[in-house]
């Protein structure tokens, strides 16, 4: 490193650069200008004891072009440990929230996509490269959206690990979180 690039580095010593809001989000945040929408959670009283949930659930790609929508609870939320996903999000795991096929769209943008194995289709952001979508053919009616690509990914954490058959050996999670070697629904590889 030169002496004149010094100066614009993180005096943390990484290479994340230094945060300028840290003011905490909150799951009631609005849509904003030129960048991320946040979970709305919507709660509207009907008669006395009565309440109905509306989840308005949104996510996208790092750079903004690319950006979705859920409106259902999702189905299922799970840490993969899989060859296939730890390939292409370049990362040890990978989160995962499981939406309704018919409850998820994209409202920006439209994802590149590829397939990764011979029934499994992965979307991605065609600027940024962001991983964002994996549909296996087996099950048509889900779609599987990285749940850090949520607006709010606090909001669905993981219930289980799958896949640990392909785990690599230094990876440990102590959260205490069911385990399967393989699939939890089975075996759609």
């Known amino acids: 490193m030169t002496q004149s690039n010094r100066g614009n580095r993180n005096p943390t010593g990484g290479h ?22 946040f979970l709305r959670v919507e709660v509207s009283f009907r008669q006395m004891g009565e309440r109905e949930l509306n989840l308005d659930i949104q996510g996208g790609c790092m750079c903004g072009a690319v950006r979705y929508t859920a409106t259902a609870t ?3 939320s799970m840490v993969c ?5 730890r390939r292409a999000a370049a990362s040890p795991v990978v989160a995962w929230v499981t939406f309704a096929k018919s409850e998820f769209r ?7 996509e590829f397939e990764s194995s011979p029934r499994v289709r992965r979307r991605f952001c065609g600027a ?9 053919l087996d099950t048509p009616d889900f779609v599987d959206v990285t749940t850090c690509s949520l607006d709010a990914p606090w909001a669905f954490p993981p219930t289980h690990h799958s896949w640990l058959s392909h785990d690599i050996g230094w990876v440990k999670f102590g959260d205490g979180l ?3 070697q393989r699939s939890r629904f089975g075996d759609p590889s």
């Open 106 to 112: 994209f409202t920006r943008g439209t994802p590149l």
């Open 16 to 37: 994340r650069p230094k945060l300028r809001n840290k003011t905490p989000v909150s799951a009631d945040l609005e849509p904003r200008y030129g960048g991320a929408l």
């Open 128 to 136: 940024c490269g962001s991983h964002l979508a994996y549909e296996h």
């Open 74 to 76: 999702p189905a299922n």
């Open 178 to 180: 069911p385990t399967f």
């Open 81 to 85: 440990h899989c060859q296939s996903c």
